[in-house]
């Protein structure tokens, strides 16, 4: 199945981007290039796969409430930098691939 035209935005584990937490939903830490937060009718443990991107995503998240747009996704980021990494992409539009 291939969802078109989704938004997906980023976050990393600091306090502005998780507050108060750097555990995924899945009760997992999040990895980069692996975690990936879903809309809540995609079940935690679904692999995907974004266009442009080379690797499979874990859906191990979920989006903040407060963030309850239809259609996002949100990509995790780690490392140094991460927090401006994830700020300076922004918000993209993308084809998200569901693998099972």
Same mark, same amino acid.
């Given at each position: 199945?291939?969802?078109?035209?989704?938004?997906?935005?980023?976050y990393c584990?600091?306090s502005?981007c998780t507050?108060? *937490?750097?555990?995924?939903?899945?009760?997992? *830490?999040p990895v980069?290039?692996?975690?990936?937060?879903?809309? *809540?009718?995609?079940p935690l443990?679904t692999?995907v796969?974004?266009t442009?991107l080379?690797w499979?995503?874990?859906v191990?998240d %979920?989006?903040?409430?407060k963030?309850?747009l239809?259609?996002r996704?949100d990509?995790?980021?780690?490392?140094?930098?991460?927090?401006h %990494?994830? %700020?300076?992409?922004?918000?993209q539009r993308v084809d998200? *691939?569901?693998?099972k």
């Amino acid at each position: 199945m291939i969802i078109t035209n989704v938004i997906l935005s980023f976050y990393c584990a600091c306090s502005a981007c998780t507050p108060g *937490r750097n555990i995924t939903a899945s009760g997992d *830490r999040p990895v980069e290039g692996m975690t990936i937060a879903a809309p *809540r009718w995609v079940p935690l443990g679904t692999k995907v796969q974004i266009t442009g991107l080379p690797w499979t995503f874990v859906v191990q998240d %979920r989006l903040a409430r407060k963030k309850k747009l239809d259609g996002r996704w949100d990509l995790f980021l780690s490392g140094p930098g991460a927090h401006h %990494r994830a %700020r300076q992409m922004g918000l993209q539009r993308v084809d998200v *691939r569901i693998l099972k």
